[in-house]
């Protein structure tokens, strides 16, 4: 019988043949230990990291995560661990609810954080204590890796974190200092270990220009570029408030006047496509609360964009859309779902509050009519289906909670690791 590896070979223990002795049951073979292991939950299997430098070896080894993807990804379909993610790395202890690891792992929808204790040793120095903040999450790719970095006028010192993990790579620091700038991350990926990355800083402090000027981390070079992308009419950069999107190998950028700017630093780095927003947005609302009050995201293999309409001159929201874009090539949007303020279902002590300035935060990752909305101290799901609107669990006890400020973290497969040498503890 052979390992559950696509490639059909068995999993090898790099050590002595002690791999697969168990107390009171003998010797067992590692191929039999492997495909014990890769039937428990990813949670599980990290704990069995302990149980010996032997099974730590296996289960480090690519060739594990290979058989373990290769079974989930051919077997019954399990819907992964995730988590809203506040953008905010604490330097002191935050309260109980909101521990990143408890959260991810949780049946109910809080909002996890990471604290310098989440860290590696050489991250934890990093940071400069600003307001109880150690760093913050710059960036984030599809692979469940963040890119970490601290805040102000220079957002050029960065490092790659795998909260899961911790594994840590510090990223040389960047040429220039941006007064205000986008970061985008993008990694490229093989048998769960990440090959290559690229860090892309977009200048947007700018306003008024026809000439978007960029900066490139590059891993293959370990440096920094320049590059300048000349566009024939005049850009008004009014950058969106939220990090890039990652969808079809590309960065996403979103302007509120521009539209998104999708950028591929792979294959073709020195040219830009400009993708317009969709028809029918609530331009005055986005501009006067800059771009707090919508969504663009991934979801369900497709890119969408979710708004909240809100009067101009108070905290009451006026109308949720939802918009997909169903022609990717082609830049064509469909509107899926607009209902106005009078049109959804909710609990009666709801609509009696003073405040109803919603923030949508995340999709729900496996379901296609489920988003998240931030009001006060507490999370909100809406179903577009069923069009209810439901306050969940208790109120979040952070102070100055920044909705705006939260992200999707959605466990892979398998933990990746970076194949670049990593500063690890």
Wanted: proline share 6%.
């Amino acid at each position: 019988m052979e390992s559950g590896g696509e490639s059909g070979k068995r999993v090898v223990p790099k050590s002595d043949s002690q791999l697969g002795f168990i107390q009171g049951f003998g010797y067992i073979p590692h191929w039999v230990l492997v495909e014990l292991l890769i039937r428990l939950p990813i949670k599980r299997i990290f704990r069995f990291k302990c149980v010996s430098k032997q099974w730590l070896s296996l289960i480090s080894d690519p060739s594990f995560g290979r058989a373990f993807v290769s079974r989930i990804e051919f077997g019954p379909i399990q819907r992964r661990p995730w988590t809203p993610l506040y953008k905010c790395i604490y330097a002191e202890e935050i309260p109980r609810e909101h521990d990143f690891l408890g959260n991810l792992f949780s049946s109910n929808v809080g909002l996890g954080c990471l604290t310098k204790f989440d860290l590696p040793a050489p991250a934890q120095a990093h940071g400069l204590e600003v307001y109880k903040v150690l760093d913050y999450i710059i960036a984030k790719d599809d692979n469940g890796l963040l890119l970490c970095g601290s805040h102000g006028r220079d957002l050029g010192n960065y490092y790659i974190l795998n909260p899961v993990t911790k594994q840590y790579v510090e990223i040389p620091r960047s040429k220039h200092s941006f007064v205000y700038c986008l970061v985008g991350f993008i990694t490229q990926m093989k048998d769960c270990i990440v090959t290559s990355y690229k860090i892309v800083r977009l200048e947007a402090s700018t306003g008024k220009t026809s000439v978007l000027k960029l900066e490139i981390f590059s891993s293959e070079t370990g440096e920094w570029r320049d590059v300048d992308i000349h566009f024939e009419k005049v850009l008004q950069l009014v950058p969106f408030r939220k990090m890039p999107v990652v969808f079809k190998e590309s960065l996403h950028f979103v302007d509120s006047e521009v539209g998104i700017l999708a950028y591929d630093p792979y294959k073709d780095p020195n040219s830009c496509r400009v993708i317009k927003l969709p028809e029918g947005i609530d331009r005055k609302c986005n501009t006067s609360q800059s771009g707090k009050t919508r969504l663009f995201d991934v979801h369900q293999g497709y890119l969408r964009y979710f708004e909240v309409s809100h009067a101009l001159y108070d905290n009451q929201f006026t109308s949720l859309s939802m918009w997909t874009l169903s022609d990717y090539e082609a830049g064509l949007w469909f509107l899926e779902h607009r209902i106005s303020h009078n049109e959804f279902f909710c609990d009666i002590s709801f609509l009696s509050s003073s405040n109803l300035f919603l923030v949508p935060v995340a999709f729900h990752p496996f379901d296609f009519d489920t988003v998240y909305l931030g009001r006060g101290k507490t999370i909100l799901s809406y179903n577009m289906q069923t069009r209810e609107l439901i306050v969940l669990g208790n109120p979040v006890p952070l102070e100055n909670i920044s909705w705006y400020l939260v992200y999707l973290f959605v466990l892979p497969l398998w933990p990746v690791s970076i194949q670049a040498a990593p500063s690890e503890v």
